[in-house]
């Protein structure tokens, strides 16, 4: 038996976007959840060091992964927000948007940069050799790891609002967004 199509329901993002999506979402946690850990490891330690290699490979991975992501979404149409969302939610949604894929350049360019100014050569992979973009440089060193910390936060707080408004949609106002990333929470119709 065919239900009623939802009044709020929505087409779905392509299949490429939902992987890049995810792919972020889960290269951004476990950056982070390691940049967290590695911090916290008194000394310098040989697992120290290997995190930070592994925390440096992902951030690079993101902001690899942003360049086909960005050009994805300039090359195609976002489906459109559920018809009952207020003029204010969908300017908040695409601001939010807007500074979480900012952020998502800035977090890792700074963390490449903050490596570069502390002397540190970046090695993606182990092989292959990033070219310094500046010099090792103390005060820049100290203030590119204060601007690195900070955007790291200021993504983590954008992000759980995301997610907030994400199960907000789906749970209190019903209206199948989370579906649209989702898909196999799309109601039966």
Do not use: E
């Not at 916290?40 to 993101?62: A, E, M």
């Not at 601001?95 to 952020?103: E, F, R, V």
């Amino acid at each position: 038996m065919k239900h009623a199509p939802l009044p709020h329901a929505t087409p779905d993002y392509a299949g490429t976007a939902i992987f890049l999506h995810w792919l972020a979402a889960l290269l951004v946690g476990g950056c982070f959840a390691l940049g967290w850990l590695m911090t916290d490891i008194p000394g310098l330690t040989p697992t120290k060091l290997k995190y930070f290699s592994w925390h440096k490979w992902i951030g690079l991975t993101v902001l690899l992964t942003m360049l086909p992501r960005l050009l994805w979404r300039l090359l195609r149409t976002v489906p459109a927000m559920p018809a009952g969302m207020g003029r204010w939610q969908r300017r908040a949604a695409h601001l939010a948007h807007l500074a979480l894929y900012c952020l998502l350049l800035a977090v890792p360019l700074s963390g490449l940069l903050y490596s570069q100014a502390a002397g540190v050569p970046v090695v993606l992979f182990g092989v292959l050799d990033i070219p310094a973009l500046i010099a090792p440089d103390p005060g820049w060193k100290a203030v590119l790891k204060s601007a690195h910390w900070l955007l790291n936060y200021t993504l983590l707080a954008l992000v759980c609002l995301h997610v907030l408004a994400a199960l907000k949609h789906q749970f209190l106002d019903r209206d199948n967004l989370l579906s649209r990333m989702l898909p196999f929470l799309k109601h039966k119709q």
